[in-house]
């Protein structure tokens, strides 16, 4: 999913840090130049909120174990890492480098 469209952009000056650009490439995103931190989050929430539907659907089904339940919660949750990191530090406050 490539974001970019938007009113509200991260300047040139502003770029994603490496650990949240690896982060959200293993959901599939990647920033383009007018991507704002808050719609890669709600992206990532959006990506959070499918799998925690399916996984209780799983579990309503009886594909999956009540007792294990707790435990894939709490894997899906590490998948997550950004979702506890507020936006305002997803953006690497330092300018790049002229030239």
Known sequence: MNLGQNDHAVTSSSRFRDGVLEELGRHGLRPGPLTTAEQLRDA????????????????LAGRIPRASYADRVLDLRKRYPLLSLPTEFWVDPTPPPLG
């Open 44 to 59: 990532v929430r959006d990506l959070y909120r499918y799998e925690i539907r399916r996984l209780r659907s799983e579990l």
